[in-house]
């Protein structure tokens, strides 16, 4: 997925509120802004991808704050906000009468949780709206091919799992469950260092993800979404190894749709941001369950 107009104008709102998460220091906010100016300037065009510009922002962002984790705070809460509202969400995925209706359950479980993402522009959630985004999770997906991603993973032994966000971390693991109880493996990726919101190796243990999936490893790179040239050997020839993909938030669509893909990948996501949604021939603010093969 390439750039539109207003992405320019997102990856700079977003700047601003990782830099003053960053540092509090004046100076420092001023500068480090002005360098993020000229590295849009350089490449902002019609052939970059979002999530390529945030992980080059992101990366500058940390080198001149000093700061390696602006969302540390933000990620801590929204794990204790998730785990609150676990109960709820398990509670809705066992009214699920067959093995496909609470996987489907799950998996808009799992697509809610996508919903922990800060400083998107005109895009505001609050956890307390979770259990209500939950009821109508069915309501809101506007492209459905859960059923389709339950029949592959019937005949597949495992699933390699690539997380998104802190908070989403702890409704994912609702899904790996029911993953489980299909008899996969599910091997749970997680990224490699610090970017944004996304789940890292300490999420994984807050929210016990590691002791549910079978393997957890990293991308071993700190890029939003995927980027191949960057990632670790191992987390390479796990991908390339896996039967079935699935991935999930905006940052795994932007980028797994720039590449020819050779095995089905079940991205699961929140629209947030119109040109996201203008990608995906969706509204903005509904639920994507899209299986690419």
Known sequence: MKVEAECASCLLSRAKAEVYMGTTNPALRFRTMKEILKLLSREFKPTSVPADLGTKRDRLIKLLTGNNDPYLQVKDKSNKEAIKLL???????EKGYTQQERFKKATLCAIVGNLMEFDIPGFTFSFKELTKKIREANKDLVIDDIDS?????????????LADNAGEIVFDTILVEQLKNMGLKV?????????LNDATLND??????DKIADNIITTGTDAVGLITKEVSQEFLKTYMKAELIFAKGMGYAETLTEYTLTKPHFLMFRTKCQPVANYFA???HKNIAKLMQ
């Open 282 to 284: 969706s509204p903005r």
């Open 149 to 161: 991603a339950y029949e592959l993973a019937k005949k597949a032994h495992g699933i390699l799992y």
């Open 87 to 93: 109960p709820y969400a398990k509670k809705y995925v």
């Open 204 to 209: 994984v243990e807050i929210s016990g993800m």
């Open 187 to 195: 091997t749970y990726v997680v990224k490699g260092g610090p970017v």
